[in-house]
């Protein structure tokens, strides 16, 4: 079976990713130089949590990391079915919509905390998130992702 990270669409969701990151704050996915592949099957197993949803009315989860699936306790199959919205309770969806929107209307954030829930109903806090918007090579929007390497269970 071919791993997650090794799928095309996989690896170009890992550039466009990577090179709006870049885009917007100046800042690499992560240190070094990689080939298309090598980027891809290091985010993957990287251990801080990177996911990104698409464009759709009600956005979708198109990518998570070996750490985002851990976290939210999905196999990548469930995750990329996932309504991002369903990441968060419903009482905090109100307030992670005003994060969305600001990210939309600035193209980045980096100090965003909150509290999201994984497929089992635990609840945990994340901060000093990372959340972007997704351009593609033509510049036009292409979804948002968020990255963060600190999280607490409640």
């Known amino acids: ?60 989860l198109n990518y998570g990391n070996a750490s985002a699936l851990k976290l939210w306790e999905m196999p990548w199959e469930a995750l990329t079915r996932t309504p991002s919205r369903f990441t968060a309770e419903a009482p905090n969806r109100e307030e992670r919509a005003r994060l969305l929107a600001a990210v939309t209307a600035n193209g980045f954030i980096d100090d965003y905390s909150g509290i999201r829930i994984s497929k089992s109903g635990r609840r945990f806090r994340i901060a000093q998130a990372t959340v972007w918007n997704l351009l593609d090579e033509r510049g036009n929007y292409a979804g948002q992702a968020a990255q963060f390497s600190n999280w607490e269970f409640l």
């Open 1 to 60: 079976m071919e791993a997650i990270w090794q799928s095309p669409a996989v690896i170009a969701q890992t550039q466009l990713i990577s090179r709006s990151l870049d885009h917007w704050t100046g800042r690499a996915l992560l240190s070094g130089l990689f080939n298309p592949l090598g980027l891809a099957k290091n985010v993957f197993a990287a251990p801080f949590v990177l996911v990104s949803h698409g464009v759709e009315a009600d956005p979708v």
